[in-house]
């Protein structure tokens, strides 16, 4: 009887046991998508012509349940074009309503096809866009007896042909023409405008070559084909609509999911293996001891190679080997810092240098963060330049499990804790709600890498420092640990700090450990002193940006993919609560610090997003870390119902096969992303058209700059910020670049931009910027040096053809060249009038007031609030502040011969007339100092200004005494760091009283690091050597 009913209780343990990883799987299976946000615009237009006005309204409604950014709205008509910003934000639900005045006198007689064009950027700012029609009729003119269809056609990485066939159009030699409408995401690989020939059935047809420009797989486009003619003087028009569907990139071979199913074969052994134990095994037998050591290993080795090879899935090794140029949002500009490292500064033996070739100059790794990069150029010696920057630019996403894993080690988590929580790192970094935040693979995708590795490292750090706290060890490893973050992201520094010093409040001996502290953080700084000393030093001489992001719904920082981890952690939290309630007032609730330190994350994250703004940071960077947080917090409470099932390797199988399967559910415009950046440049739509215009503009940085329209049309070849690569791709400068807080000049840039562009970035908010005026941006594009201007839109071309500041240079459709007339081509000049020095602290917003103001040409400003006395004697006109009018004095500039020579890091004058004050249209940073002892001064918008005292003066990006200190502090804190290692200084390890037992003691050294390593580059390897491609990229 005893034996019977023994073994009905084990089955119905058994059976209990597996209940709840069983409801999780089901629950996660079951469940629907629920991605990413969806912008919807209805566009609606209804044009009107009368003898005294012609006149078009708009309505543009957003029906989805995302903002539409930076809204912009163009009407085109044959022989006009007219294109405004309309909203910076079009809200989920709300309307936009505007209107267009055409000359009526313009508008003939009959039905004229008018095409509204909606551009707009979602959340991330990625550029969208939308098409729609209306009828501009005029004396009331018949409907056109034509019968037409366009075809409907799905497209991938190919052109695809549709075809019109038009019925009723009269003879061939009257027949219409017809053109073809297309949103911005989407190009034609063939001409717009053809003429209908004869086809099948006596109908006329015309073939139009589609391709993908820049779409996201999934998405459906309206497009158009236009009929038009002219017969007996009246305009015969008639829209005819199809669809484009934008198809994914082909799932991988076979081939490439071996990895993916070996470890899922491994994980259902184990699965099976588990229950069968479970069930012969004695009800006596304790679960806890179920996972012997070895058994924990290869578990957890299991674990981590399903994890990597699932994100393979993703980040496919034929993408990421293929030696093709990366592309894609921000993406596309970080390869050109890289190749400057590699190609210019390590070279001469430097890290922090000056970047001539953007934003009329800056110190290049002064705001940014250089780990990475060197990162890049140390692998680029073996694997080439292209593939070590793709591989550098995921490297973060592969290590944020493996970070996730270490820390719930040195944390001193039981198992399956930390193989949990590198699992549920995966819907972390499969988050499709942002772009821009950071940490999550979208984020990544749109240049976020650097912060991607920056807060896997930061996690790695969070347990390390709890652990060396906890023990009072792994000084110097902790203070490295947080110098390679630092140099990786300033944002996870931050974190890391608030962080580590939140320990405090759990741990117990907080006087030893804040002294750890105190070391820890000293030595840190003194190994980052080469970089940091200079960022703190010349702090005030960048651009600020304070940007504060609006979010709309809790769903943002919540968003479905993580709320079954978030409902764990509740349900975790839940039972902990009854629990303590249970036990009574006899047994004090006590907080385990584990754990505390672990949901750190979560408030540290929170209070910095508040505090953002006061500290001049862009606030959402800190969101990241609380959505990570609550990610990992499930792992404790699904690893407690894991162990309920023996062994617990069944219960962590059905966890990560179910936690894969709910990911691949909410993932929708990942696969395209990646396709599109790692395919590179060279697979783009219009590299051909792209690459032309490099091999045009080809010089060297002692040219003029070049000067480009922003347009989100640029995304076709590859990026909107493709012509910021102007310096790779043709060697020559242009104004715009990436790191826009690293110059002096960005503001004024960006004004300039505003002044040539339809469509403007602005990407400052404490600088407005202008409307389109062709006149003033011809003198300021003189005044930046700038010789020659690349257009895109249409309405641009037409007003650089009819301006007479511009002559036509090429025309390489879609792009055209123009040249600046009356620009000097030379970097140096002569001043014209007296240069006026204002001693005034706000001389960053005064500069940039008198750059807008049409009566500051050929007048400079000179930044001066404590002159010496031979200062004060060279300028003739000074005020306190900025004056409403400013006198004119001028000087003999055409007397004077000027000759430079530009270096990247030097600058050689010559000059006829020694004392007459030349202009160096360079960016002014005090980094540069002149080797015969001249002063330079800074002067407006943002240049440097001197008063030569020889015929020849050098100018040269130098290592001043300030920066030299840094490089003396580096040097210290590796000396330190090298004499504990040489004597191998190690503490006997001394157990904390806050390591609560009976937990197991944590794993260390390469225990904890070494294994998820290992099973990394194994599983890389298997990767690359089932096949990295054809090399057909």
């Not at 990560?656 to 739509?685: H, K």
Request: a positive charge.
């Amino acid at each position: 009887m005893r034996r019977a009913g023994g073994r009905t209780g084990r089955w119905r343990r058994a059976a209990t046991r597996a209940t709840a990883p069983l409801a999780l799987l089901a629950l996660l299976g079951a469940a629907t998508p629920a991605g990413a946000g969806r912008i919807s615009l209805e566009t609606r237009a209804e044009c009107v012509a009368v003898p005294a006005v012609a006149r078009c309204s708009v309505e543009i409604e957003n029906r989805g349940d995302e903002a539409a950014r930076e809204l912009a709205v163009t009407l085109e008509t044959p022989g006009f074009e007219s294109s405004r910003r309309a909203l910076e934000e079009l809200r989920p639900g709300a309307l936009w309503r505007g209107g267009f005045e055409l000359d009526p006198s313009a508008v003939p007689a009959g039905r004229t096809a008018v095409v509204v064009l909606a551009s707009y950027q979602d959340e991330g700012g990625y550029p969208l866009s939308a098409v729609a029609h209306a009828y501009l009729e005029k004396a009331a003119p018949a409907r056109p007896a034509w019968r037409a269809s366009l075809a409907s056609v799905s497209v991938r990485d190919r052109e695809v042909e549709t075809v019109l066939r038009v019925e009723g159009a009269g003879a061939v030699s009257a027949s219409p023409s017809a053109r073809l409408v297309l949103p911005r995401e989407l190009e034609a690989a063939g001409p717009r405008t053809v003429a209908l020939r004869p086809g099948a059935g006596g109908r006329l047809e015309a073939r139009f070559a589609v391709a993908n420009g820049s779409a996201f797989a999934g998405s459906t486009y309206r497009i158009y084909a236009v009929l038009e003619r002219e017969h007996a003087g009246v305009r015969e028009s008639l829209f005819v609509p199809a669809t484009v569907t934008v198809l994914g990139a082909p799932p991988p071979t076979a081939i490439f999911r071996l990895p993916l199913l070996a470890a899922s074969g491994l994980l259902a052994a184990l699965l099976v293996s588990g229950v069968t134990r479970s069930l012969r095994r004695d009800a006596a037998v304790d679960g806890a001891r179920v996972l012997h050591e070895q058994a924990g290993w290869l578990l957890d080795f299991g674990v981590l190679a399903a994890i990597f090879a699932y994100l393979l899935g993703y980040l496919r090794p034929e993408l990421l080997l293929a030696p093709t140029t990366t592309t894609g949002g921000d993406t596309a500009s970080h390869f050109l810092t890289a190749r400057y490292l590699v190609e210019n500064l390590l070279p001469e033996g430097r890290v922090l240098g000056w970047m001539p070739g953007n934003l009329a100059g800056y110190p290049v790794f002064q705001l940014y963060f250089p780990l990475p990069f060197l990162l890049i150029a140390g692998i680029s010696y073996g694997a080439g330049l292209q593939v070590a920057f793709k591989l550098v630019t995921v490297l973060g996403t592969f290590l944020t499990p493996i970070a996730a894993y270490a820390a719930f080690r040195c944390l001193g988590l039981r198992r399956p804790a930390p193989a949990l929580a590198a699992v549920f790192t995966v819907p972390f970094l499969m988050i499709e709600s942002n772009s821009v935040w950071g940490g999550n693979l979208p984020s990544t995708l749109s240049g976020e890498f650097a912060y991607s590795l920056a807060l896997a490292l930061t996690l790695l750090f969070v347990g390390t420092s709890y652990r060396g706290l906890a023990e009072g060890r792994f000084l110097i490893a902790n203070a490295v640990l947080l110098a390679l973050v630092a140099l990786t992201h300033a944002y996870a520094l931050l974190l890391a700090g608030c962080l580590s010093a939140a320990h405090l409040l759990w741990l117990p001996r907080r006087r030893r450990n804040l002294g750890y502290l105190a070391r820890l953080y000293a030595l840190a700084f003194s190994l980052i002193g080469f970089w940091i000393v200079p960022l703190l030093a010349y702090s005030g001489y960048t651009s600020p940006y304070r940007d504060v992001w609006r979010i709309h719904s809790w769903r943002e920082v919540l968003p479905p993919i993580l709320w079954p981890l978030a409902l764990a952690v509740l349900a975790g939290l839940s039972f902990v609560g009854v629990r303590a309630a249970r036990r009574g007032p006899g047994h004090p609730f006590r907080i385990d610090p584990r754990l505390a330190a672990l949901g750190g994350g979560l408030w540290v994250g929170l209070v910095l997003y508040r505090l953002a703004p006061w500290l001049g940071v862009v606030d959402i960077r800190f969101l990241p870390i609380v959505q990570l947080t609550i990610a990992l917090a499930a792992a404790p409470a699904v690893a407690a119902l894991a162990r309920r099932l023996r062994p617990a390797a069944a219960g962590v199988a059905l966890v990560v096969l179910a936690t894969f399967a709910w990911a691949d559910r909410q993932v929708t415009y990942i696969p395209s992303w990646i396709e599109w950046n790692y395919s590179g440049f060279e697979r783009r739509p219009l590299w051909s058209a792209f690459s032309a215009v490099n091999r045009h503009l080809a010089g060297g940085i002692e040219e003029p700059r070049v000067v480009f329209e922003h347009s989100p049309a640029h995304n076709a070849a590859g990026s909107i910020r493709a012509f910021e690569s102007l310096p790779l791709f043709s060697g020559r400068s242009t104004l715009e670049g990436l790191y826009v807080q690293s110059s002096l000049n960005s503001p004024p840039i960006f004004y300039l931009q505003s002044e040539l562009s339809e469509v403007a970035s602005c990407p400052f908010p404490d600088f407005h910027c202008s409307r389109p005026d062709l006149s003033r941006a011809a003198e300021h594009l003189r005044r930046y040096n700038a010789g020659q201007v690349v257009a895109r839109s249409s309405s641009l071309k037409a007003a650089l053809r009819a301006s007479g500041d511009f002559s036509l240079e090429s025309e390489i459709p879609p792009y055209e060249v123009h040249r600046v007339r009356g620009n000097a081509g030379r970097y140096v000049i002569p001043l014209e009038h007296e240069p006026v020095r204002v001693a005034s602290e706000d001389w960053k917003r005064d500069f940039y007031r008198w750059f807008k103001r049409p009566d500051a040409d050929g007048v400079v400003l000179v930044a001066s609030s404590r002159s010496e006395a031979r200062d004060r004697a060279r300028f003739r006109l000074a005020f306190e502040t900025l004056p409403a009018r400013v006198p004119r004095i001028g000087l003999p500039a055409s007397e004077v011969e000027v000759e430079e020579e530009i270096d990247e890091h030097r600058i050689v004058i010559r000059t006829s007339r020694p004392g007459h004050p030349l202009l160096v249209r360079v960016s002014y940073h005090p980094r540069w100092r002149s080797t015969g002892g001249e002063r330079i001064h800074l002067a407006s918008p943002g240049f440097m200004l001197l008063f030569p005292e020889t015929r020849e003066v050098t100018l040269e990006f130098g290592d001043p005494p300030l920066v030299r200190f840094g490089h003396l502090l580096t040097a210290l804190g590796c000396a330190i760091v090298a004499t504990a290692a040489l004597r191998g200084v190690r503490r006997r390890p001394r157990r904390s009283a806050a390591m609560p037992d009976p937990a197991p003691a944590p794993a260390s050294g390469w225990r904890a690091c070494g294994g998820p390593a290992v099973a990394f580059a194994l599983t890389l390897a298997t990767w690359a050597a089932t096949g990295a491609g054809e090399g057909s990229y």
